[in-house]
């Protein structure tokens, strides 16, 4: 399928069968007209990409910093979109702001990152209460490889139980949110473990009757490409899907590695992997949300990180850096049209 005149608006064609679509934003688009208005054209969900993370609202320990999430919450409500909130607890410490290495570990710190964790979770679901209709509670919880929990500030500090603690402060604090455990969840056989970890997390979350509504899979494919494999993707979907849990696409993106000087191949390598991973993906019913990491290459992550071999710009978005469609853009939409129509998100 070419990339030509686009057969419908996305987020039209994801309604038609019970989805809803949209794309990450920050301040980039909002201040680019062009940009708002794709995201405008082609979404009926947004996800702040950067504005509501520990780095960006606790720039420093006392002092909040909301102007950011604030600016897309009103984009939000100004245009009937929904808004997904990302992320109440990122544990690599990287993702934490400088300050928060301060907090020791040991029995006192124990005590400290429990409260600074529900505190923020509090803070942060109170002050846009409603206006958020479903959050990444926690996001990238594991060590892929082992398939055990990762080393990071909350896990280091509170141990394994900062999850459930988590989750039970989330219901709290957005009693009407849906609440998602969000991860990387490759689509691949390279990680085994990580998928037996999650599904286990999954189960014991289930057992305990710990508040969480979802799996998010965040779907940032291409990079293990070759490692693809369908029938292990299906029967982890099929297995998270079982336990009552539903779906989203949370971040998607497909890195754009091929060797291939020419764009053309390259655009159709990744509209081929989009094209695959969507439709295994989107056959079940329980995906009601699908959310790209960003509509265009404009304001894309890969700007700053994964260059190519070959120093050009990744081509990682539906719409390229002129907001341009590309074939991407149509492998999407024809997996929107080949998915089953399924009861609407209710979120
Ligand atoms: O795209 C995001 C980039 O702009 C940030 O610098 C980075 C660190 O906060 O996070 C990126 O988004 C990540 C998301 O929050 C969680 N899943 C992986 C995403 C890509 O790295």
């Known amino acids: 399928m070419g990339c030509g005149q686009p057969p419908g608006h996305l987020k039209d064609l994801a309604k038609r069968k019970g989805i809803l679509f949209g794309g990450a934003i920050g301040p980039e688009e909002l201040s680019d007209s062009t940009a708002r208005d794709l995201v405008l054209r082609e979404s009926a969900a947004i996800t702040p990409r950067n504005a509501l993370k520990w780095r960006t609202l606790r720039r420093s320990r006392h002092d909040w910093s909301f102007a950011e999430g604030d600016a897309i919450a009103q984009f939000a409500q100004t245009n009937d979109l929904k808004m997904r909130g990302h992320v109440l ?87 009407h949110a ?7 969840m490759r689509w691949s056989d390279k990680y085994p473990n990580h998928h037996k970890g999650v599904l286990k997390l999954l189960e014991t979350l289930r057992k305990k009757n710990i508040p969480i509504d979802a799996l998010g899979i965040q779907g940032h494919i291409g990079k293990y490409s070759g490692t693809e494999n369908d029938a292990h993707w299906y029967g982890f979907l099929k297995e998270v899907t079982a336990m009552g849990y539903d779906l989203l696409i949370t971040e998607f993106d497909v890195r754009d590695f091929a060797r291939a000087p020419d764009i053309g191949s390259r655009d159709a390598n990744v509209a081929a992997l989009a094209k695959g991973f969507l439709d295994i993906t989107l056959s079940f019913p329980e995906l009601k949300q699908f959310i790209c990491w960003g509509l265009s290459d404009r304001w894309s992550w890969f700007r700053q990180s994964e260059p190519r071999e070959d120093g050009e710009l990744q081509r990682t978005a539906p719409y390229d850096i002129d907001l341009k469609p590309k074939p991407m853009y149509a492998a999407i939409a024809a997996a929107l049209m080949a998915a089953p129509s399924r009861d609407p998100a209710t979120i």
């Open 178 to 184: 849906q609440l998602v455990y969000n991860d990387y």
């Open 89 to 175: 607890v990122w544990n690599p410490i990287e993702n934490m702001p400088d300050w928060a290495v301060d907090v020791p570990h040991g029995a006192a710190g124990r005590v400290e990152a429990q409260s600074l964790m529900e505190t923020h979770i509090e803070r942060v679901c109170a002050h846009y209460g409603d206006r958020i209709a479903s959050w990444d509670v926690v996001n990238e919880a594991f060590e892929p490889y082992s398939g055990d929990l990762a080393p990071g500030f909350f896990k280091d500090r509170i141990g394994p139980e900062y999850i459930e603690l988590a989750f039970h402060k989330a219901r709290e604090a957005a009693p």
